[in-house]
């Protein structure tokens, strides 16, 4: 009876350990923490910002923003940050993660802070390895007081000339970078801030 009991027990421990496992084998809960400091796409965008040539500014007065980009490693995107613009900050912005096949793997709308980048947690979001994912924010104009000039955003750009691709830092190399819709296409004219964290 004594060893049932012991079969029992090894059982549904085997039962919940498979239950928070992954299909690589790896356990994925209780999750890790989703670190918003020093991220890595931060450290990238500031190495860009120090380039000679290159400033930080807030423009581009297109609705979408995007930038495509890999990771070396498997992660999982648990954050989103961006800084709104100060006459709409009460107004959500779409953001979307986008696979190679052009299809939304992410999508929510979100509010942020207009006084510096503020995050959200997302759906805990899986991106494969050194296969290309595009980072995409979208605010519309009839949705921003019908000023183009809300819906300017913070990026990296390189005065006179297109920004240099690849650009990377750690494990993120970014590819290439569009603004587009209610202006451009802008293509590779910057980079735009929108922060992700990932564990």
């Not at 380039?51 to 807030?58: A, E, H, Q």
């Not at 961006?82 to 986008?98: D, F, G, R």
């Not at 979001?125 to 913070?154: C, D, E, P, W």
Request: hydrophobic share 40%.
């Amino acid at each position: 009876m004594k060893n049932f009991k012991t079969l029992g027990i090894i059982a549904l421990l085997t039962l919940a350990i498979s239950s928070c496992t992954n299909p690589n084998g790896t356990v994925t809960f209780p999750l890790p923490p989703c670190t918003t400091v020093n991220t890595t796409f931060d450290q990238l965008y500031n190495n860009v910002v120090a380039l000679p040539g290159y400033v930080n500014d807030v423009t581009y007065d297109t609705e979408i923003h995007e930038y495509t980009f890999q990771l070396s490693a498997n992660k999982t995107i648990c954050s989103v940050g961006y800084q709104s613009q100060p006459a709409i900050a009460n107004t959500p912005y779409l953001i979307e993660i986008v696979d190679a096949t052009n299809t939304p793997i992410y999508s929510g709308n979100h509010v942020f802070s207009s006084a510096n980048t503020s995050y959200v947690s997302i759906t805990p979001t899986a991106i494969i390895a050194n296969q290309s994912y595009k980072m995409r924010r979208t605010i519309l104009v009839a949705n921003a007081g019908n000023l183009s000039s809300n819906v300017i955003g913070r990026l990296v750009r390189q005065n006179g000339a297109l920004v240099s691709f690849p650009q990377n830092f750690g494990i993120m190399t970014i590819t290439s970078a569009n603004f587009y819709q209610n202006g451009g296409p802008l293509l590779n004219m910057g980079i735009p801030y929108i922060d992700i964290a990932f564990f």
